[in-house]
Nanobody, 115 residues
């Protein structure tokens, strides 16, 4: 079992919704922020959404108003609610824990949006 485990990806039609989950191991300490990244074929990995330890959030312009990042501290889980999905959202989505020492990565989950 990895330290970050994503789930919730899949195939959805354009306009649909998905919720990604990232279970965070309690062995990771001093997390400054949690982020969701994505990487489409032939493209660089990009930061999609981030939530800081203080609860502040930020999003890449292309998902603002459609995606929401949140966390459940009791469950040590971070979520990415994705609504109004578009074919250009198709990518492998990665969860990341940003600590002072290093960044931890999940294994990724595929999201495919059909037109």
């Amino acid at each position: 079992q990895g330290q970050l485990v994503e789930s919730g990806g899949g195939l959805v039609q354009a306009g649909g919704s998905l919720r990604l989950s990232c279970a965070v191991s309690r062995s990771i300490f001093s997390i400054n922020a949690m982020g969701w990244y994505r990487q489409a074929p032939g493209k660089q990995r990009e930061l999609v959404a981030v939530i800081t330890s203080a609860g502040s959030t930020n999003y890449v312009d292309s998902v603002k108003g459609r995606f929401t990042i949140s966390r459940d501290n009791a469950k040590n889980t971070v979520y990415l609610q994705m609504n109004s999905l578009k074919p250009e959202d198709t990518a492998v989505y990665y969860c990341a824990a940003l600590t002072t020492a290093r960044t931890y990565w999940g294994q990724g989950t595929q999201v495919t949006v059909s037109s």
